[in-house]
């Protein structure tokens, strides 16, 4: 890398302050899967990460999406990001949000322990650390979103909340715990054990954090539906109009009620919910309602996504919801999220790939893995401004400013 570059891309990144965008300047790695070290600095626009198969490009956007939510957007556990020269990995970022510039230091260990730093302070928790950075990554396994069990889309939207509302995280891992306990009694009760007394305690818990759960995503919902329908329409040029809705919660209830709902209804009316329904937990030995049972569904032109779409209508509905969060994370936050574009490019089609560039342009950094070095990266480029780095099994063989 020239010395000009870097210094065009300093100013670039000022700039983009100013803009309003996130904008991650630097990462570095020690020992995370098949890096036994890394060090780069970014463009703020487009950064092109190609090579062939089975090389690290994937586990490189796994590494920036690591320092937004402190897990993979991959299946499977943090400690098998841990690479083969030690028992833990290190991930560190330099990233402007809000103008400013900030530094984190992440560090994982197979004995399961985070070590955390933001801004050379340590942070004990993980919600004090994600959502700092936010990062939206578009995989092909999203289309899993579509096609896959309730799990993925419930995954996808308390990921979102978790990102926006740091404070959920810990509401989340409450509500597991407590529905694990409880769904522990339920079946001692039913099997003549328990005490009903604890029941009535974890009852109180699960609709503490239950109606919580419900009540954020509700409204996150309520905000990524017209940001997803816009996007859906501009990629369909209006032919197609895609709602996303929540299956279960309170839909016995009408939603101009739901509206005027505040915290506390969503939790008290969680509570009745469990008292009305406790005989056929305890009958059944597991919690029948909550969060934890629902479902997002995706209907274009009225027919279910899931049963009737079509390859292409999934890819487009899937899309839309990419485009969607991207829009509901630059309201919340007033700053558009890094994008990870991991492989999807060359299998969207010209529509789709123009309706992305045109969200992404100038506006967002990026950053896209391929097996070959693309062409059409040149009009995703903010004014000329971008990277292109070549990966071979973890080792960067190349980089140009392009
Ligand atoms: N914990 C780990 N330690 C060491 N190497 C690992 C670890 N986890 C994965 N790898 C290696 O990383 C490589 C896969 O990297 P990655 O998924 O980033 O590939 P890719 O370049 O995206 O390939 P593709 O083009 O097929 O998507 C594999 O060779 C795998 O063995
Ligand atoms: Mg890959």
């Given at each position: 890398m020239t010395l000009g570059s870097e210094s065009k891309r300093r100013e670039q990144n000022q700039k983009n302050a100013v803009k309003g965008i996130m904008i991650l300047e630097r990462l570095t790695l020690t020992n995370f899967r098949n890096y036994r070290g890394f060090d780069l600095e970014w463009s703020p626009g487009v950064n092109m990460i190609w090579g062939a198969n089975a090389q690290g490009k994937t586990n490189l956007l796994e590494a920036i999406y690591f320092l937004s939510a402190y897990s993979s957007f991959?299946?499977?556990?943090?400690?098998?990001?841990v690479g083969k020269s030690g028992d833990f990995f290190y991930v560190g970022g330099d990233f402007i949000s809000g103008g400013l510039k900030h530094t984190v230091k992440a560090g994982y260990s197979l004995r399961k322990k985070y070590a955390l730093k933001l801004d050379g302070n340590v942070k004990r928790r993980l919600g004090d650390m994600i959502g700092v950075l936010n990062a939206v990554v578009f995989s092909p396994d999203d289309l899993f979103l579509m096609k896959g069990n309730p799990e993925e889309r419930r995954r996808f939207l308390d990921g979102e909340i978790a990102q926006m509302s740091p404070q959920s995280y810990a509401v989340f891992q409450r509500y597991h715990k407590t529905l694990r306990q409880r769904n522990n009694l339920l079946k001692e009760l039913r099997d003549g054990g328990g005490d009903s007394a604890v029941l009535a305690a974890f009852d109180r818990q699960l609709a503490e954090s239950g109606g919580y759960i419900l009540w954020k995503r509700k409204e996150a919902l309520d905000r990524l539906l017209p940001l997803t329908r816009l996007a859906h329409r501009r990629i369909t040029d209006g032919r197609e109009e895609l709602i996303l809705s929540y299956v279960g919660g309170f839909d016995f209830l009408k939603e101009s009620e739901l509206r005027r709902f505040s915290l506390v209804q969503w939790q008290d009316t969680f509570y009745d919910v469990l008292q009305d329904l406790r005989k056929e937990d305890i009958r059944r030995g597991t919690t029948t309602f909550g969060p934890h049972r629902d479902d997002i569904s995706f209907t274009v032109n009225g027919d279910d996504v899931k049963k009737f779409?079509?390859?292409?209508?999934?890819?487009?509905?899937?899309?839309?919801?990419?485009?969607?969060?991207?829009e509901l994370m630059k309201g919340q936050r007033g700053e558009y999220p890094i994008l990870l574009l991991d492989d999807v490019l060359s299998e969207l089609d010209q529509d789709r790939r123009t309706a992305?560039?045109?969200?992404?342009?100038?506006?967002?950094?990026?950053?896209?893995?391929?097996?070959?070095?693309?062409?059409?990266?040149?009009?995703?480029?903010?004014?000329?401004?971008?990277?292109?780095?070549?990966?071979a099994g973890g080792v960067v063989l190349s980089s140009k400013s392009v």
């Open positions: 991959r299946p499977g556990v943090v400690g098998e990001m779409g079509s390859q292409g209508q999934q890819r487009t509905a899937t899309l839309a919801l990419k485009i969607g969060e991207l992305l560039i045109g969200v992404v342009n100038e506006k967002i950094q990026t950053f896209i893995t391929g097996t070959k070095e693309q062409d059409f990266i040149h009009r995703f480029l903010h004014n000329g401004n971008g990277l292109s780095i070549q990966i």
